[in-house]
């Protein structure tokens, strides 16, 4: 039984996917179902698959259907129908930065800028599709942006503001996928400054954090996310990297992660389907099977939500928008009624959910603890370094405070510090710095 609802009629229809194998060619299939014309077919030498569509059903039952080949009855079956899970399923399009592991920092900067442009003009493409199909984009972390915003001109900055105003580019509050487990309380603090900033400077509220690839965060990132105005967390972790049981124990278990002190707390949502389910093709490439498999692994799961957080990252880390997705989604929605899907931010999944499900979500508190910190040995000289200048950068802002408030250099404490928050950002050397260590690239 498919986990789809056709659109057909007025009650709509469910799909049996029936697999059978052959073994002589020139011969016929017949499929008889009970309110429905019969279904005649040829049938290939090897493997055939048939989809039969059957009414749909309030609750559970039995359901005859006959198989007859070349005119001959060869079974009559029972076949169990359930009724169809309604669900949304919210594509979360957007790049992961993988800052310096396949290419040269500046490269992938520039890349990340090439990606957003894409996108204001999927954006723009795709205004008049129906609203789940018009196109959005979501900055998995600032770090990109900052710079773009800086060399922008202020035509093209205007209409990066206002696509952000619009719904259609989601901001994430983090300047970068950064190893918890490397930053201080205060450098914590920084993981969201030039969130704060830009919210500020252009009065749009950031609601939402993103860490994709990482799979463990230290606890102090709750509090430090709260105090900012984070209120959801998307975790997307690598699929299987290094990743412990993470995947496993909290994958699609949304939960409240509450601070040390009970106070704060981060609606957190750790992606089943990973951040890299789309890196071996889009889905105009995938076809409906991939969406089909995604749903099958939740019915069979016993998946209690009818609202489903899907990452959308397609050409692999740093890659690019997807051109055809609205007109896929278009497609999909014109034939399917469930599961819909719905193109969106993250702000804009994690507030309907919350709206439909806040209430009966379970509390946890305590650290989540971290997988990927190791790398910090592989360069213990420069780790030392950048703790060192932690430390001087917080005890000077305390000086500066204290003996000279009005001269305080906001900006080169805060390039300062942004080198800080870089060097303990996730990717740790080239993608080849173990196997091949000397080359001039690594």
């Not at 019969?38 to 309030?58: C, M, S, T, W, Y």
């Amino acid at each position: 039984l498919e986990p789809v609802l056709l659109r057909e009629g007025a009650l709509g229809a469910q799909v049996l996917r029936l697999s059978l194998d052959n073994l002589r060619s020139g011969r016929t299939l017949e499929i008889d179902v009970p309110n429905r014309e019969r279904i005649i077919k040829p049938l290939n030498v090897g493997a055939n698959i048939v989809f039969v569509p059957i009414d749909p059903v309030e609750r559970q039952r039995l359901l005859p259907i006959s198989y007859a080949v070349d005119g001959k009855l060869l079974k009559v079956a029972s076949v169990s129908v359930r009724p169809v899970a309604r669900r949304d399923i919210y594509l979360l399009s957007y790049s992961h930065n993988d800052i310096g592991y396949t290419d040269l920092q500046p490269n992938i900067e520039k890349k990340q800028w090439r990606n957003l442009e894409e996108a204001l003009q999927i954006i723009e493409r795709t205004k008049g599709y129906p609203p789940e199909a018009r196109y959005k984009w979501n900055m998995e972390v600032l770090w990109a942006l900052d710079s773009y915003l800086q060399q922008a001109s202020d035509e093209r900055r205007q209409e990066v503001i206002a696509a952000i105003r619009s719904g259609s580019i989601g901001l994430n509050a983090l300047y970068a996928n950064v190893l918890t487990g490397l930053a201080n309380a205060v450098e914590m603090t920084q993981l969201t400054a030039f969130a704060r900033e830009l919210s500020a400077m252009y009065s749009i509220p950031i609601t939402t954090a993103l860490v994709s690839d990482i799979p463990g965060f230290t606890w102090g990132i709750v509090p430090a996310l709260a105090h900012s105005g984070v209120k959801y967390f998307s975790i997307s972790p690598n699929p299987f990297d290094r990743i412990g049981y993470t995947l496993e124990t909290w994958g699609d278990k949304p939960f409240y992660w509450t601070s040390q002190s009970g106070e704060e707390k981060i609606m957190t949502w750790v992606a089943g389907a990973s951040y890299a389910s789309f890196h071996e093709g889009d889905l105009t490439r995938l076809g409906e099977e991939k969406l089909l498999k995604l749903m099958r692994r939740l019915d069979a799961t016993g998946y209690p939500y009818d609202i489903v957080q899907l990452p959308y990252t397609i050409g692999g880390d740093n890659g690019p928008p997807d051109p055809d997705l609205p007109d896929f989604v278009k497609r999909w929605n014109e034939r399917y009624a469930t599961p819909r899907l719905i193109i969106a931010t993250h702000a804009q999944m994690f507030e309907e959910f919350e709206k439909r499900f806040g209430r009966t979500l379970p509390s946890f508190a305590g650290d989540f603890t971290p997988y990927w910190e190791d790398g910090a040995l592989s360069s213990a000289c420069e780790t030392a370094l950048n703790r060192r200048a932690a430390d001087r950068l917080i005890q000077g802002e305390a000086l500066w405070a204290t003996l000279a408030p009005a001269s305080f250099p906001a900006g080169e404490y805060g390039a300062a510090w942004r080198n800080v928050v870089l060097y303990d950002e996730h990717t740790w050397g080239a993608h080849n710095s173990v196997s091949e260590p000397d080359l001039p690239f690594v």
